[in-house]
């Protein structure tokens, strides 16, 4: 994974509710030697439940906090997902992580049909009203794919597929 430039890689997933991020961080942990796996979901579960700035600049530094000791222990490559939704969001992360790295975004994509199905099967209970408020809050993005950044990017539509 990694192009020389730098000793460890950032693999950043990113994509709506129910697109695949947390399958396939799990699916790759397996797939990656000297890797860890960051999984948003599971590291910002509060109570009360809040997504306001504070809280998301938070989870920004600690998803960072956590790279850099997966890094420092020698684990080359983090897989992370589930923390960011747009260039902006991305941006201000790497603000919190100014290590060196390599970096690759993996968008994954699929229509709301197949992410409804996902939602419904997953071990984490909602609703169809709240899938419904998510999807409207949390449109597909389109600004990594349009960005020239310090990151490689792929868009990959995994629409019906498991």
Not at 59 to 77: H, S
Not at 81 to 107: M, T
Request: aromatic share 10%; glycine share 6%; net charge negative.
């Amino acid at each position: 994974m990694s192009n020389g430039n730098h000793r460890n890689n950032l693999l950043i997933l990113v994509g709506q509710e129910g697109s695949g991020k947390s399958t396939t961080v799990r699916a790759l942990l397996k797939e990656t030697p000297s890797s860890a796996q960051i999984d948003a979901e599971d590291v910002g579960q509060v109570n009360p439940w809040q997504m306001d700035d504070a809280f998301v600049q938070m989870m920004w530094k600690n998803v960072a906090c956590l790279t850099r000791n997966f890094w420092e222990a020698g684990y080359r490559t983090v897989l992370a997902g589930s923390f960011l939704s747009n260039l902006r969001h991305y941006n201000a992360f790497r603000q919190v992580l100014p290590d060196e790295a390599n970096v690759y975004i993996v968008q994954l994509c699929a229509g709301k049909p197949t992410r409804d199905i996902r939602r419904a099967e997953r071990p984490k209970q909602s609703t169809k009203k709240w899938w419904d408020m998510v999807d409207r809050v949390d449109p597909e993005d389109t600004t990594f794919a349009a960005a020239q950044d310090d990151f490689q990017f792929l868009r990959v539509d995994n629409d019906g597929r498991d």
